[in-house]
């Protein structure tokens, strides 16, 4: 990732309403939230949402699938790792033991999946 590409979505995530909807598609992931449902779980007029939605689909934070007369929007995580790996890459030095608390910290909310011997 760019540094200006990072900047682009950190600046994006820095206002009240879009890290707020940015968070709740996370949680929504992988099947995503319509446009109008996420301006009534976010008690947002759905213009000003738009406003924001734009903002977020421009940094890459965020895409839009035609459904029908809906569009689904949905986190774009692949941009998220992008955009933490950028801000970690140089993480204590290159001392894993340094960086292995923030590692079981993020990986705590996705444990991996056991795979059973069925």
């Given at each position: 990732?760019?540094t200006?590409d990072a ?8 206002q009240?309403t879009r ?6 598609l ?5 099947e ?5 449902e996420?301006a ?5 007029p759905?213009?000003?949402?738009s ?9 890459g934070l965020?895409?839009g699938?035609?459904r029908?007369?809906s ?5 774009n995580l692949?941009r998220?790792?992008?955009m933490t790996l950028?801000l970690?890459k140089d993480?204590?030095g290159?001392r894993a033991?340094?960086?292995?608390p923030?590692?079981?910290?993020l990986?705590?909310c ?6 059973s011997?069925?």
């Open positions: 990732m760019k200006a900047i682009a979505a950190l600046a994006a995530l820095a009240n890290l707020g909807t940015f968070r709740l996370v949680k929504h992931e992988p995503g939230v319509p446009a109008g996420l009534r779980l976010l008690d947002v759905q213009n000003t949402l406003a924001h939605l734009s903002i977020l689909a421009n940094a965020v895409v699938e035609r029908s007369r569009i689904i929007y949905r986190a692949d998220v790792r992008d950028f970690l993480c204590c290159g033991s340094l960086c292995e923030l590692v079981n910290e990986t705590q996705c444990p991996p999946n056991e795979v011997d069925d």
